[in-house]
Structures are given as structure tokens and as C-alpha cells.
């Protein structure tokens, strides 16, 4: 675990890898399977990707509302990935209260996630960002990931243009395959890392998680306790 301290500060700035706990992250995802019910009048994973597909952007706002109530869900993925946290983090750490759910929806005319990387947010430099689907990532979409070291000149050329998160990284186009993720991966990433989402063809939405941490030993700089809350592993 040493090495994957070094290869997300100094190296390639992301890991795939498996998760730790599949028990635990397997209740995750059934928990979140429970609370779309509901709005999506379905009960199999499977069949509800097919309806939120078909979602309007207002509807899938109103289900992510709705997932907001849902405060364990950081803690479960976190503590499903307790060694990869640990050795990036320590056992202490501020945890992101509320874990992100994020739905993909396939089609040309939908809103690209614009590429970003998570320092834009207002994370400190030394947050790191777990990132699960809850299926396989079958199909041609996906997020791409850019090596830090590409990230940082990224970064470097919009820095001398006095912008920040501007029309250099933003319109960019990034020729980088979306990394294909299995069900039971995660991506652990730091918050340099330039990624973003690409079109896809589907009939299925895509559903992930991800969370957010860092050591309690580090500065907040512009997150405070609104977004995050102590959490030890
Ligand atoms: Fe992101």
C-alpha cells in the first residue's frame, strides 16, 4: 500500500483497484437499489437504469434529492475500502458527509460532464476521491482519467492565461479511453487529476458513487464541516 501512496502523489495520480469489503459495498448498493424504488417504480437495478435513461433532468434532480437523506452511504464505501483510505489518509480523516450519486445518461445530446478536476470544487490538495459504479462498465462510456503528469502541464497552461477551469481545459478534446471498471473496482484518484465523462451509446443509465476524504492532519483551506465530518476507519 506503500506503492499506491506513491503512484497517486507522484505517479500516475490514479489506482483501479479491487474492493476490499465486496460484502459491505454490496449492501451499499442495495441500499441505494431500495431508496430509487420509488421514483423509478422499480425494484432490479437493472430495470431502473433503463427507466432513468428516459428521465428528464428535473426527475433525476428530484432522485438525487431524495438520495440526499441517505447520510451512511460515504461511510459504507469508505469503510468497504478501509486499507486504500489508510494508507492514503491515516485512520483519522474528514470524510465527505453526504457520498455524491452520480447518474451518466446515454445519448449525443446530453450534457457532457464537463472534464474538471476535483481541486475546482474547493477540496484542499490533499483530498483523494473514491469513485464505484454499481455495475460493469460494459459499454463505450465511461470516465476518462488523465495521467497527473499531462493534468499538471494542463493545469500549468491555464494557469499562465490567469484562468481557472476556463476554455483551455474545458474544451479541450480528450482523446483518452474511459477506464473500464467492473463491478467491485473503485478508482482512487487525487484532486489533480484532469477527468470527465464522454458520450455514450446505451439504453442504460449509468449509476456510480464516490466519496471524498482526507487526513484530519491536513487543512480544509475552502470545505468546511458542512461538507465534511470526522470519521475514523
Ligand atoms: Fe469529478
Known sequence: MMNLQEQIINGKGYAILPIENLNNFNKLRDQFIEKMQSLTNEKRLEKMRL??????KSQINELMISLLAFDQASEILIDSCKNIVKSLSGDKIFLQRRATTIFNIPGDNQRR?????????????????LWAPFHDLDDKGGI???DLN????MIKEEHKSGIVNGPIILNKDYNEKPAKLKYGEVIVFCPFVLHGNVNFKSDQARIACSARFQSIKKPLLQKNSDFFKFHQI
Open 51 to 56: 427507466v432513468i435513461a428516459n428521465m428528464t
Open 150 to 153: 499531462n493534468s499538471y502541464e
Open 144 to 146: 476518462f482519467y488523465i
Open 113 to 129: 460532464q464537463w472534464p474538471h478536476y476535483e481541486l475546482m470544487s474547493g477540496v484542499s490538495p490533499f483530498t483523494f476521491v
